[in-house]
């Protein structure tokens, strides 16, 4: 593999959500229960790029208060479409639709919250319930008074986001919600907070918004080792093209947009959520900076016992205390550009020729960490670039 291959392969992993080690120096063992298995575990001098947050886990201080004030949920739709739904495995039904365009969109109107929904001036609602009420629901009436307020609620939701100049008419229909169309729709909302800085070369996509979306670190953007992220693919937490729905990609969207995207719309534009960690809740996985014997950690029978807990314990102990610091890291992050081509980006980047000149003179240590600061400032480094050791290995091998 080459050192652009190498690269792009490090740079697959989204910034919040994936699982990775990194061995550290700073490595601490306890013993598991059973001799055979040893559990080590670091805590990282980088705590941010371990960052893990969903919607349980924290209190919002500034929360929206919901334009959309009817109580009309997701299963309501899905029930009023289909009736049988209910007989059906939920759990297929819930993601067709979160990994549709229509479902995407859905979602996205909630996320944002305050945009005013659109329902028609000559509809009353509570008169359609009622009527449905009163309606046998198997009936070809009933169905089609269902389906009715179905599509009412729908368009509800839809529309402000047209008017909002986040989708187009024309783009809405009852296909995927692909990588494309959910980088097309997030660009539009988010390009004037966090505009795309460049460099990020796909083998099969020169489009802007999937470039910024892999750019950013947005969840289900996973770009393999040669470079290709597949656009019209289901967004997926692993690389290459994924011919089926993944639950867990579609679901990280809105977290990570809450969390380290200024996400929060509001009458002044987009700011970012206040939040707080719930008592008891930690902001990452501890398994992801554990090993056992030397692999990543996979053996969750071994969450019980007292090494387990004990590793767990100090690694608590690390990230909660610093969770304000941790979060704002990871936010300025999230704003800096990538180095996707160590050459471009680093070695021939005239903003490090000073640096790089003054290392290659002396290959210091002192000059080493100048280089890896400048370097960790100026971009969002994957955790497989994030360290003295990388810098110096691209400083010695790279042309």
């Known amino acids: 593999m080459n050192v652009k291959n190498m690269l792009i392969s ?12 990194v061995p550290s120096p700073a490595l601490h063992v306890v013993e598991a229960a059973a001799t055979s298995q040893r559990i080590t575990y670091i805590l990282p001098a980088n705590p941010e790029k371990y960052l893990f947050l969903n919607m349980e886990m924290v209190d919002i201080i500034n929360p929206q208060t919901p334009a959309l004030q009817r109580s009309y949920s997701q299963r309501d739709y899905l029930i009023d479409m289909d009736e049988s739904y209910l007989t059906k495995t939920a759990y297929q039904d819930n993601l067709k639709f979160m990994s549709s365009k229509k479902g995407f969109l859905w979602n996205l109107y909630r996320f944002i919250g305050i945009l005013p929904p659109s329902f028609p001036e000559d509809i009353n609602l509570d008169e359609l319930d009622q009527r449905i009420e009163e309606t046998e629901s198997f009936s070809e009436e009933g169905i089609e008074l269902r389906q009715t307020r179905a599509q009412i609620y729908m368009n509800a939701h ?10 187009k008419q024309e783009e809405i229909d009852d296909g995927i919600a692909s990588r494309q169309f959910v980088a097309t729709v997030l660009y ?11 460099g990020i070369d796909l083998k099969d996509s020169e489009d802007t918004a999937v470039r910024w979306a892999v750019e950013i670190g947005l969840p289900g953007f996973t770009v393999d080792s040669k470079g290709y992220i597949y656009p019209q693919s289901f967004l997926d937490k692993d690389p290459g093209l994924s011919e089926y729905a993944e639950e867990y990609a579609y679901e990280r969207l809105f977290p990570y947009m809450m969390f380290i995207l200024p996400g929060n719309k509001t009458a002044n534009g987009w700011e970012y959520y206040q939040i707080k960690l719930k008592p008891g809740m930690v902001p990452m996985r501890p398994t992801d900076v554990m090993q056992v014997n ?18 767990r314990k100090k690694i608590d102990a690390y990230f909660n205390p610093r969770f304000v610091q941790i979060l704002d890291q990871a936010r300025k992050d999230a704003l800096k550009p990538r180095a996707w081509d160590w050459s471009r980006d680093l070695i021939h980047h005239p903003k490090f020729a000073k640096e790089v000149a003054a290392y290659r003179k002396n290959k210091s240590s002192k000059n080493l960490n100048a280089i890896y600061q400048a370097v960790r400032n100026h971009y969002n480094l994957s955790i497989p670039q994030d360290s003295a050791a990388n810098i110096k290995s691209v400083l010695d091998n790279v042309k």
Not at 159 to 167: H, N, R, S
Not at 188 to 198: A, D, I, K, L, N
Not at 294 to 311: C, E, M, R, W
Request: aromatic share 16%; net charge neutral.
């Open 10 to 21: 490090a740079l697959s992993c989204t910034l919040l959500f994936s699982v990775i080690f």
């Open 158 to 167: 839809l529309q402000p986001l047209i008017d909002a100049g986040y989708v």
């Open 188 to 198: 539009r909302m988010f390009r004037e907070v966090r505009p795309y800085h460049g």
């Open 294 to 311: 030397g692999k990543p950690f996979d053996d969750y029978s071994l969450i019980n016992t007292v090494a387990y807990q004990q590793a």
